[in-house]
């Protein structure tokens, strides 16, 4: 009866965590490149668009979390067992960062290419709304792609029981 509450609860701390660190990324990188208002609506538009796929990216963590917890009933009952779920929770999480990565660099070049060769940062302090826009569909395009893949990659990290061969 506790596992749902214990899923949602390392659920949201992971969440929070990792759109922590894309807010600070993005805030960094707005204040390197932006000499004038960072609080215009093209930065806002563009912080959202990053932290929705960031939000759908990490959607895909609940499908390994239940499998992990059926498959050891005594997950968080014993330490050395809530060791592993813990660790095998922050495997999934690290390779969720990574795969954002990937999505934010390879969006990052397709946007290069597509637009007049600017930066994303600069077109959306400028109020730019047209290239942010489309930095937003190319970003959501390949997440929502990206994201049903995930599970696959997931699976293949989960300690599933050994099957005996009779053969």
Same mark, same amino acid.
């Given at each position: 009866?506790?596992? !749902?509450?214990? $899923? &949602?609860?390392? @659920?949201?701390?992971?969440? %929070? #965590? ?45 499908? !390994?979390?239940? $499998? &992990?917890?059926? @498959?050891?009933?005594?997950? %968080? #009952? ?52 047209? @290239? ?36």
């Amino acid at each position: 009866m506790k596992t !749902p509450f214990i $899923i &949602l609860f390392i @659920l949201i701390v992971l969440t %929070f #965590i990792t759109l922590y660190i894309v807010h600070l990324w993005y805030k960094s990188r707005i204040k390197k490149t932006a000499v004038l208002d960072v609080d215009s609506f093209g930065s806002h538009l563009l912080e959202s668009g990053m932290l929705i796929c960031t939000g759908m990216l990490l959607s895909e963590l609940i499908y !390994p979390m239940r $499998i &992990l917890i059926k @498959l050891d009933k005594n997950a %968080f #009952i014993y330490d050395n067992a809530t060791k592993e779920a813990i660790s095998m929770y922050c495997l999934y999480w690290a390779i969720t960062a990574i795969i954002l990565l990937i999505i934010l660099f390879v969006t990052h070049v397709l946007y290069y290419l597509f637009s007049d060769k600017k930066s994303i940062f600069i077109d959306a302090v400028t109020g730019n709304h047209g @290239l942010v826009i489309l930095y937003i569909g190319i970003l959501v395009a390949i997440t929502l792609v990206t994201k049903s893949v995930m599970p696959d990659i997931f699976d293949q990290y989960i300690p599933y029981p050994a099957v005996p061969g009779y053969m």
